[in-house]
């Protein structure tokens, strides 16, 4: 049992409380406050006291009182534990939690998932014996040197698994060197932004587009510029009449985030001819791009770049699980070695991981689950987009997307999409509001839901009614 105490600095003997007081005000707080929770079990009186500095006497009454009040209960050679009976009480003092408002943006405010979270794969899918399975014999192989630093670009094993993979299920002919193991997409981005571009860069990014990327590129001081997409995906042209002099451009070519249209061929070759002629790098962003239900999926824009001039980003957390914490990068040759010294100096993903998932695509694992979620996902796309119909009406209309992981679903002229985000968070329901990823002030409104928890068309209708609720 885990031992917990309050976090907290030593207490003070020119305090105007006695130092038992102050003790016993500390854990009295953090039971109220939910810090420590009922059942925790907390250090022993001489722990405790050698811990923060004073006599064992003084946590002694602290403990007593905290007995007598009924906060605490001894356990005899268990311990003491915070009284399993207890329900967490907000302190007086505490300021009252908030409220989403039309105006803030709805991410979920808890680690769990929210019905129609969006960039969460199925869960309740995932092999978890599988996996443990494989740690566990990952653990028992471990020799000493491994629990040194891992290699700064990831583990060789599994670049060559994600080169592997890449060359049979994107089209994408690299080798290991050039493939980066990073701990996501925004570590992702932050090396590409370092390596390629400067401060004050105008850099292409997709309207309406994913809004971290924005972030991302504001705060490497470059210059986004958004480009407006259309049903074949970035409009070429009008990049070039925004900004013909941009050394950069950030696309999701596969499934355009968050319409979901695939860029067009002719688009794919317009975008790879201005890189070449402008000397300007393309980013693709292939966030999903394994989960396509209309076809066989697309090969990657990266497939068609003769000249060198592509940085290909993906991420196994919204394959597999997202507290996995992996992506990876497959930069140009020409590029590898710059990139091996950024990742020396902004350091690595987590050995034992790399060295678990290694495992899991080599043995034939990883494409095997890719096939089972693609047809799950297909299933259950379907499932939600009938059940939220027949839930909502003509009140919001969705649209099932040809790939990815969620749905849109647009809204009647006069309804405003934060304002329903914003609601639907109050009452533990997940979406995000489509006008928030674009650039323009008169975005496009709609609600952008995610699908792959979704378990049945029942569910999706039991839920759709609470959203109808709402409006």
């Not at 396509?292 to 980003?313: E, F, I, N």
């Not at 890719?370 to 939600?384: F, G, P, S, V, W």
């Not at 647009?410 to 109050?426: N, V």
Request: net charge positive; glycine share 8%; hydrophobic share 40%.
């Amino acid at each position: 049992m885990i031992h917990a105490t309050p976090p907290a600095a030593p207490p003070s003997a020119a305090g105007a409380e006695p130092l038992y007081r102050q003790v016993y005000e500390r854990f009295r707080n953090a039971i109220a406050q939910g810090t420590l929770k009922p059942g925790d079990r907390i250090p022993s009186a001489r722990a405790l006291a050698r811990e923060l500095g004073v006599a064992r006497g003084t946590v002694e009454v602290a403990y007593s009182l905290l007995v007598s009040e009924g906060y605490l209960q001894p356990r005899g050679q268990a311990g003491t534990v915070v009284s399993p009976d207890l329900q967490p009480q907000a302190s007086a003092s505490a300021p009252p939690p908030a409220r989403a408002t039309a105006d803030e943006s709805p991410w979920p405010r808890s680690s769990g998932v929210l019905p129609f979270q969006m960039g969460v794969p199925a869960l309740d899918a995932f092999p978890r014996k599988l996996w443990a399975r494989l740690g566990a014999r990952q653990l028992r192989a471990l020799q000493a040197p491994e629990l040194a630093y891992p290699p700064t670009g990831g583990l060789p094993a599994l670049r060559g698994a994600t080169a592997a993979y890449l060359q049979v299920a994107r089209g994408i002919h690299c080798q290991p060197s050039q493939v980066f193991i990073t701990s996501g997409y925004n570590h992702t981005m932050r090396l590409v932004l370092q390596a390629m571009f400067e401060p004050g860069d105008e850099v292409w990014m997709e309207d309406p587009g994913y809004p971290p990327t924005r972030m991302l590129l504001e705060q490497a001081r470059l210059r986004p510029v958004p480009v407006p997409v259309d049903q074949d995906g970035l409009l070429v042209g009008a990049g070039l009449d925004r900004a013909p002099g941009a050394r950069g451009a950030v696309v999701t070519p596969a499934h355009q985030s968050p319409l979901c249209m695939s860029l067009s061929l002719p688009r794919r070759q317009a975008l790879l001819d201005w890189a070449e002629r402008c000397g300007a790098w393309i980013v693709e962003d292939d966030y999903d791009g394994e989960y396509r239900y209309v076809s066989r999926p697309l090969p990657a824009l990266k497939s068609l770049d003769a000249q060198g001039r592509v940085l290909y980003a993906g991420t196994f957390s919204k394959v597999l699980f997202p507290g996995l914490r992996l992506a990876y990068l497959v930069v140009p040759e020409a590029q590898a070695a710059r990139f091996e010294q950024l990742c020396w100096l902004s350091g690595g993903a987590p050995a034992l991981t790399q060295a678990i998932l290694a495992a899991f695509m080599a043995e034939g694992h990883f494409g095997r689950h890719i096939q089972r979620m693609r047809k799950l996902y297909a299933e259950r796309r379907d499932a939600a987009a009938a059940g939220l119909a027949d839930a909502l009406g003509s009140r919001l209309r969705i649209e099932p997307q040809p790939g990815g992981m969620h749905l849109v679903a647009r809204m009647e002229p006069g309804q405003g999409d934060r304002q329903l985000a914003a609601r639907m968070l109050e009452q533990g329901l997940y979406a995000e509001a489509l006008s928030r990823w674009s650039a323009s002030p008169d975005g496009q409104q709609a609600l952008l839901l995610g699908f792959t928890n979704i378990a049945s068309q029942a569910q999706a209708r039991e839920l759709g009614l609470r959203i109808r609720a709402l409006m």
